[in-house]
């Protein structure tokens, strides 16, 4: 057995459902996830019910990870048609602007770029505006964060044609950065049908064999490693209209070294994209004496049934996986060992407060 210590690792990137709908997730089994993962820090998206868009909602939101997280988090803003004027005064507390500009899970919706150039132009210069952008929107919104002087960082990139321009953009020094998921570095539409027909159902969708190629050769344009964890309920997936999303934060770290063993990058590089990009572009504290303590060569079998999320499913059923966190310490507590959460809802902290 090979024991590494690694840095708490950061998500910038996860759905944890409160307010309404904590049947798929809350702050408590969210952030138990996350600890058993290996994360101590995530970031949550606005696509609430209702959209965290305001001061009230945003409000809700903090009170509810306040009594509830149990590893440290910050909270994403949404942009929406009904906050323009007020979104920037916001800004001091949370880690982000998301905008949404493709379908996806929820209402949350920006859908004319008179809104999307307004916003843009409202907040702070120094701090990011995430996007949920495909395709052509990617391009809408690099081009819109250069001409407003902000910085984009485009959510989830999925295919070959958006990196490309992603990269594209950077060689002029367009100030823009990216992340990707484990489930478009490892699975694409050839996947779908053994996962199933609703419950591989993600958005960006899974994309072609030469879309992933196209990602994996690319690592050097990929500044951060995001789960996109996204859990909605079994029954919900398979229903006739199966939501968009899948779990991933249980799942996530033995993927990334998967990439360090195939040759990718360097376990610095994971380090980087895991853990000190996601602080320097979301600008998060140094959460000291913090670390966690993996075994590289361990396999295990992943088992949705096992798993602390609340959905108790994942798209990567039956896979065997290298690599488990064996133990997990943040801010000088042990809060995770050998397969139990040992910190206390309550005990995670805004990164903005
Ligand atoms: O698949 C997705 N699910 N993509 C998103 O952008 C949203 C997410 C969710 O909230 O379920
Ligand atoms: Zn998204
Ligand atoms: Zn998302």
């Given at each position: 057995m090979a024991t590494i210590r690694l840095p708490g690792l950061i998500d910038p990137h996860v759905h944890l459902r409160e307010p309404g709908a904590t049947h798929k997730e809350d702050y408590d089994s969210g952030t138990a996830a996350a600890l058993a993962g290996g994360f101590t820090c995530v970031l949550?998206?606005?696509?609430?019910?209702?959209?965290?868009?305001?001061?009230?909602?945003?409000?809700?939101?903090?009170?509810?990870?306040?009594?509830?997280?149990?590893?440290d988090y910050g909270i994403h803003l949404g942009?929406?048609?009904?906050?323009?004027?007020?979104?920037?005064?916001?800004?001091?507390?949370?880690?982000?602007?998301?905008?949404?500009?493709?379908?996806?899970?929820?209402?949350?919706?920006?859908?004319?770029?008179?809104?999307?150039?307004?916003?843009?132009?409202?907040?702070?210069?120094?701090?990011?505006?995430?996007?949920?952008?495909?395709?052509?929107?990617?391009?809408?919104?690099?081009m819109a964060g250069h001409l407003t002087g902000k910085h984009v960082h485009i959510c989830h990139v999925s295919r070959k044609d958006e990196i490309d321009l992603i990269r594209r953009a950077k060689d002029k020094g367009i100030q823009v950065t990216c992340e990707v998921t484990p489930h478009h570095f490892f699975l694409s539409e050839e996947d779908a049908p053994k996962i199933g027909p609703g419950r591989s159902e993600v958005r960006p969708r899974l994309a072609k064999g030469t879309d992933r190629s196209a990602l994996r050769a690319s690592l050097e344009v990929i500044d951060c490693f995001a789960t996109d964890h996204a859990p909605h309920t079994l029954a919900e997936k398979d229903s006739p209209k199966p939501p968009p999303g899948f779990p991933g934060l249980e799942t996530a770290l033995p993927l990334y070294l998967e990439l360090v063993r195939e040759g990718l990058i360097t376990i610095e590089g994971l380090i980087d994209r895991a853990v000190n990009n996601p602080r320097r572009i979301f600008d998060?504290?140094?959460?000291?004496?913090?670390?966690?303590?993996?075994?590289?060569?361990?396999?295990?079998i992943v088992r949705g049934a096992e798993t602390f999320t609340r959905c108790k499913w994942t798209p990567f059923e039956g896979w065997t996986l290298r690599g488990r966190v064996l133990r997990v310490v943040l801010r000088g507590t042990e809060v995770y060992r050998n397969g139990e959460v040992l910190a206390a809802p309550g005990f995670g902290r805004d990164v903005r407060m």
């Open positions: 949550d998206m606005p696509n609430n019910t209702p959209p965290i868009t305001t001061a009230e909602t945003l409000a809700a939101k903090q009170a509810a990870a306040r009594l509830k997280a149990r590893c942009a929406g048609t009904d906050n323009i004027e007020s979104a920037a005064w916001l800004a001091p507390q949370v880690t982000g602007l998301k905008m949404y500009l493709d379908q996806t899970f929820g209402p949350l919706r920006l859908d004319d770029l008179d809104s999307l150039i307004q916003h843009m132009d409202r907040w702070p210069d120094n701090r990011p505006v995430l996007c949920h952008a495909e395709g052509r929107t990617v391009a809408a919104c690099i998060l504290p140094v959460q000291p004496e913090t670390w966690i303590e993996v075994d590289e060569d361990a396999d295990w």
